[in-house]
């Protein structure tokens, strides 16, 4: 029965093992994700620069026209206008 119970002790602490190994992956994952996200891309720092935003987005409205899937567009992007007023205030 000892034997059973050392066995049994055992494999909880590997499991423990792999389940703390797995955090600190996911961890380690996690934080080069986000430090992905925060590199300049050339193409993206062009087009959120100051002058060419407001030209990207007239043609874009151009694009898609005064339908409903322009109104979905103008809704989207008014969202997207407020959620980084709440982000830029949160700072």
Do not use: C
């Amino acid at each position: 029965m000892s034997d059973r119970l050392a066995e049994l002790a055992g494999r909880k602490q590997l499991l423990i093992a792999r389940s703390r190994l797995h955090r600190l992956e996911l961890q380690h994952g996690i934080i080069a994700l986000r430090e992905s996200f925060f590199q300049p891309k050339s193409m993206l720092s062009m087009a959120t620069s100051g002058p060419v935003r407001p030209l990207l987005f007239s043609a874009l409205l151009m694009l898609v026209g005064r339908g409903r899937f322009g109104g979905l567009v103008r809704g989207a992007m008014a969202a997207l206008t407020v959620l980084r007023s709440i982000k830029a205030f949160r700072r």
